[in-house]
């Protein structure tokens, strides 16, 4: 978890087993509890438990003393029911790689909604929540927020909407900006990347993704010459807008094209057709590349992403997949960090008093499967990323490794 005293000798051991799972929770516990020099008047108190918590209703994982929330979209249907299951299993590998944890889990569904959020965090309150893991969708993390603001209990969401986040309520998801600015910075300082053109979809993420790149450009030392903007799914507004970036292959060494789904393999076959072919001109994209479709793609050869360090998270996929007999989905680490991330608080401060902002905000962070995150005053996270580079046939080489700390100008946005 914390980056002192040293887990990256730990993470540099190999694949994790569970003997490894408990040496590296109790590196985070020591950690963040010597990463936290705080008076007693900068210590805030976590939420008094109700005098008498209703008894738990729905499903509950171990048997602890200490009771948390994990709320998760389960009567949502389709995606996000499958995205439920995934976080649900992940939540109860980690209460067994780490026995005696002192944690009873009441999982709640949200529907996905605001209103399901609300619901579900009140109604976990009232049976002596302390502390929320969840939810999922940003509608639901905003009702959620309001319900455990009110009630004084921390939440540590999963939704990439860093809109939602606020004081109180803290995302552990992959957040779009901080791809941007990990990608962008590598190229400018590193990768001798002077100048650049953006192709982003025109809708939330894009605008997101624009306003993190003008944020790091100057930083990092690059030039934005053109940013074109394309109706997601129009293929014909794509290839327009590929072919106006490739007509400027003369003025810049790269493009920045963030979009995941089938975006980068049309956009970039596109930038190929007109021209704009080998190394001379970067393609650099986001963790959304980081599928087999994306990799295989012979336009994509040579392509820079940024993404965790994947030691981690092929180890969890081992345990998750020994355990439930199916691989897991690749947002699935964050149930299972979020139940560490809980045992942990629970842990440093011998009892639920560690759900506090003041630990969760950290400066040294903590170690998690995909590596070193930490939470910031605002609600938000930073995550050590690495660069990788796309090679022939779906290879991928790491170019930059993920940072094991948070002493370094990569986590200044």
Same mark, same amino acid.
């Given at each position: 978890?914390?980056?002192?005293?040293?887990?990256?000798?730990?993470?540099?051991?190999?694949? =994790?087993? &569970? &003997?490894?799972?408990?040496?590296?929770?109790?590196?985070?516990?020591?950690?963040?509890?010597?990463?936290?020099?705080?008076?007693?008047? +900068?210590?805030? #108190?976590?939420?008094?438990?109700?005098?008498?918590?209703?008894?738990?209703?729905?499903?509950?994982?171990?048997?602890?003393?200490?009771?948390?929330?994990? /709320?998760?979209?389960?009567? #949502?249907?389709?995606?996000?029911?499958?995205? %439920?299951?995934?976080?649900?299993? %992940?939540?109860?590998?980690?209460?067994?790689?780490?026995?005696?944890?002192?944690?009873?889990?009441?999982?709640?569904?949200? @529907?996905?909604?605001?209103?399901?959020? &609300?619901?579900?965090?009140?109604?976990?309150?009232?049976?002596?929540?302390?502390?929320?893991?969840?939810?999922?969708?940003?509608?639901?993390?905003?009702?959620?927020?309001?319900?455990?603001?009110?009630?004084?209990?921390?939440?540590?969401?999963?939704?990439?909407?860093? $809109?939602?986040?606020?004081?109180?309520?803290?995302? =552990?998801?992959?957040?779009?900006?901080?791809?941007?600015?990990?990608?962008?910075?590598? #190229?400018?300082?590193?990768?001798?990347?002077?100048?650049? %053109?953006? /192709?982003?979809?025109?809708?939330?993420?894009? +605008?997101?993704?624009?306003?993190?790149?003008?944020?790091?450009?100057?930083?990092?030392?690059?030039?934005?010459?053109?940013?074109?903007?394309?109706?997601?799914?129009?293929?014909?507004?794509?290839?327009?807008?590929?072919?106006?970036?490739?007509? =400027? $292959?003369?003025?810049?060494?790269?493009? !920045?094209?963030?979009?995941?789904?089938?975006?980068?393999?049309?956009?970039?076959?596109?930038?190929?057709?007109?021209?704009?072919?080998?190394?001379?001109?970067?393609?650099?994209?986001?963790?959304?590349?980081?599928? @087999?479709?994306? !990799?295989?793609?012979?336009?994509?050869?040579?392509?820079?992403?940024?993404?965790?360090?994947?030691?981690?998270?092929?180890?969890?996929? +081992? &345990?998750?997949?020994?355990?439930?007999?199916?691989?897991?989905?690749?947002?699935? $680490?964050?149930?299972?960090?979020?139940?560490?991330?809980?045992?942990?608080?629970?842990?440093? #401060?011998?009892?639920?008093?560690?759900?506090?902002?003041?630990?969760?905000?950290?400066?040294?962070?903590? =170690?998690?499967?995909?590596?070193?995150?930490?939470?910031?005053?605002?609600?938000?996270?930073?995550?050590?990323?690495?660069?990788?580079?796309?090679?022939?046939?779906? $290879?991928?080489?790491?170019?930059?490794?993920?940072?094991?700390?948070?002493?370094?100008?990569?986590?200044?946005?």
């Amino acid at each position: 978890m914390s980056d002192s005293p040293r887990p990256d000798d730990e993470r540099a051991a190999g694949p =994790l087993d &569970r &003997r490894s799972v408990l040496r590296l929770a109790a590196l985070g516990l020591a950690g963040t509890a010597a990463g936290c020099s705080m008076t007693g008047s +900068q210590q805030a #108190a976590a939420p008094a438990q109700p005098a008498r918590p209703r008894a738990p209703t729905g499903t509950v994982l171990g048997s602890g003393n200490t009771t948390v929330a994990l /709320l998760l979209p389960e009567s #949502a249907g389709g995606a996000g029911s499958a995205v %439920a299951a995934n976080l649900r299993n %992940a939540a109860s590998l980690a209460l067994a790689d780490i026995p005696d944890s002192g944690l009873r889990i009441l999982v709640k569904d949200t @529907g996905g909604t605001e209103a399901g959020g &609300r619901v579900a965090a009140q109604t976990a309150i009232a049976e002596g929540a302390r502390f929320i893991i969840g939810p999922v969708f940003a509608p639901a993390v905003s009702g959620a927020g309001q319900a455990a603001r009110a009630a004084g209990v921390p939440v540590v969401a999963f939704s990439s909407d860093a $809109s939602v986040a606020s004081r109180g309520v803290f995302l =552990l998801s992959f957040l779009p900006a901080q791809d941007v600015t990990r990608i962008v910075s590598y #190229a400018g300082r590193t990768g001798g990347r002077q100048s650049l %053109a953006a /192709l982003l979809p025109n809708n939330g993420y894009g +605008q997101v993704t624009e306003a993190a790149l003008r944020q790091v450009s100057g930083s990092a030392g690059v030039r934005v010459v053109a940013v074109e903007r394309y109706n997601p799914g129009d293929i014909a507004d794509m290839q327009a807008k590929a072919r106006s970036v490739a007509s =400027l $292959s003369g003025q810049i060494d790269a493009v !920045l094209m963030p979009d995941g789904g089938d975006a980068p393999v049309t956009l970039a076959s596109t930038l190929a057709s007109a021209g704009m072919t080998g190394d001379r001109v970067k393609l650099l994209g986001s963790g959304q590349w980081d599928n @087999g479709a994306v !990799l295989r793609a012979p336009a994509l050869a040579g392509a820079w992403f940024p993404g965790p360090d994947k030691t981690g998270f092929n180890a969890f996929s +081992q &345990r998750y997949r020994a355990r439930f007999g199916t691989d897991p989905i690749r947002i699935a $680490s964050l149930g299972y960090d979020g139940t560490v991330l809980a045992i942990g608080l629970l842990r440093v #401060a011998g009892g639920p008093s560690g759900f506090t902002e003041s630990l969760l905000t950290s400066r040294d962070g903590f =170690l998690g499967v995909d590596g070193i995150f930490r939470f910031l005053p605002d609600g938000r996270s930073q995550r050590g990323l690495a660069v990788y580079e796309i090679g022939s046939g779906g $290879s991928v080489r790491t170019i930059d490794p993920a940072p094991r700390s948070f002493a370094t100008s990569i986590f200044s946005f």
